[in-house]
């Protein structure tokens, strides 16, 4: 949950998000494992320093505790490590928190106020009435609704384009791959991003550590659909992105585009994407952070996993209604940024579905950019 070096047309979500988990935990009456200890990204020189101080303006007025450290004043913070940026951005506001913890939190505390969570139940469609929504077909059944939101992540844009509705979401799939050690002292409190690998403090005293750039795209077909769309996103991201042909394609050009309500949808047989994670990749993080802070020489890796993030071509997400479908919204395509930004995202969905005065200024994040003639850019380093 940082606001440090985010796309300039996230921070005003970000900050509502910050404000919401600063008190999830009285809110849900449960440990969401939320706590401030900052997070810092290095400078791997003089001029993405520039950079950093040339972002900072961004916030001016917003009271938000952010600031520059000069190399001095870095090696002065964290005089077990090796790094000698010679600046870095430290933004003291941001947080973290556990997924593990905080979703079944929120879930939890949901159910008590009287929401109905069902799992292992794969939606498999909607139906409409007059153009506009009318229900929710699943697996066990049909839920008559007035308003649904489609808060998929990886799946939504095969949902989408199963409903043939001409709704244009463009929206791939990116891998990053993960490690965590097992407890253990030398590592730095704050979250740190450093070019080549990015690490946060675990509230179990260990550590999860993942490359800094090295994000794996596997070339499947919605990669020649929606190859336009992404142009900006690899003219400014190239470096991140490592391009791979593999048997992903067939596995994904097997997979049908349409089916009937009353069948399985490929949803129930792929219950949850899962990935094998890059071994090489997460090695290669774990072997600069070791030589970055090295008495995390001795920590032993507990597990690895890797997951898809819902990457759009601007790198900020859509949480918009849907023109075409009254009563469809979609939230998605959070790029990477879903779990921090989470409840704001959330925040400003229900305002929508409500009807009420948005938290946040929703324009941003409309899916009718992708069509409507506005400039898609990603801003490069956000």
């Not at 506009?132 to 489609?150: D, H, K, P, Q």
């Not at 409840?343 to 938290?359: E, F, I, Q, S, Y």
Request: charged share 25%.
């Amino acid at each position: 949950m940082r606001v440090a070096k985010r796309d300039p047309r996230e921070i005003p979500l970000v900050l509502e998000a910050q404000r919401i988990w600063r008190g999830l935990n009285a809110r849900t009456g449960r440990d969401t494992g939320f706590t401030q200890a900052g997070i810092l990204f290095n400078a791997e020189n003089e001029r993405e320093g520039a950079g950093y101080e040339t972002w900072l303006k961004h916030l001016d007025g917003l009271g938000v505790d952010c600031r520059m450290l000069s190399g001095a004043e870095f090696s002065a913070m964290f005089p077990q490590s090796r790094l000698r940026p010679p600046a870095a951005l430290y933004c003291a506001d941001d947080g973290r928190a556990e997924p593990q913890k905080a979703a079944p939190a929120i879930a939890e505390r949901a159910r008590e106020c009287g929401a109905h969570i069902l799992t292992e139940c794969a939606v498999r469609g909607i139906e409409t009435s007059g153009g506009a929504i009318s229900a929710v077909v699943t697996e066990r059944g049909t839920i008559r609704c007035r308003a649904a939101v489609l808060a998929g992540g990886a799946w939504s844009e095969m949902f989408t384009r199963s409903l043939d509705a001409g709704i244009h979401l463009p929206q791939l799939k990116v891998k990053n791959s993960v490690l965590r050690t097992e407890p253990h002292d030398g590592g730095p409190d704050q979250a740190m991003w450093a070019g080549d690998f990015a690490i946060r403090k675990r509230q179990d005293g260990g550590y999860t550590i993942a490359s800094g750039i090295g994000n794996v795209v596997d070339i499947v077909p919605a990669s020649f659909r929606y190859a336009l769309d992404f142009v900006p996103a690899l003219k400014a991201e190239w470096r991140a992105l490592m391009l791979r042909a593999g048997w992903r394609f067939l596995d994904e050009a097997r997979m049908p585009r349409r089916w009937s309500l009353d069948e399985p949808s490929p949803f129930e047989y792929c219950r949850v994407l899962d990935p094998k994670p890059s071994r090489k990749l997460a090695d290669m993080a774990m072997a600069s952070a070791q030589k970055a802070f090295p008495a995390l020489a001795s920590a032993k890796v507990a597990q690895r996993w890797a997951g898809y993030i819902d990457a759009t071509p601007d790198a900020i997400p859509v949480i918009s209604g849907v023109a075409k479908i009254p009563g469809f919204f979609i939230a998605t395509g959070f790029s990477g940024h879903g779990f921090g930004i989470g409840p704001g995202a959330g925040r400003l969905m229900a305002d929508l579905v409500l009807g009420r005065n948005p938290v946040v200024d929703p324009r941003e994040f409309r899916l009718e950019r992708f069509v409507d003639g506005s400039r898609i850019e990603l801003l490069a380093g956000y």
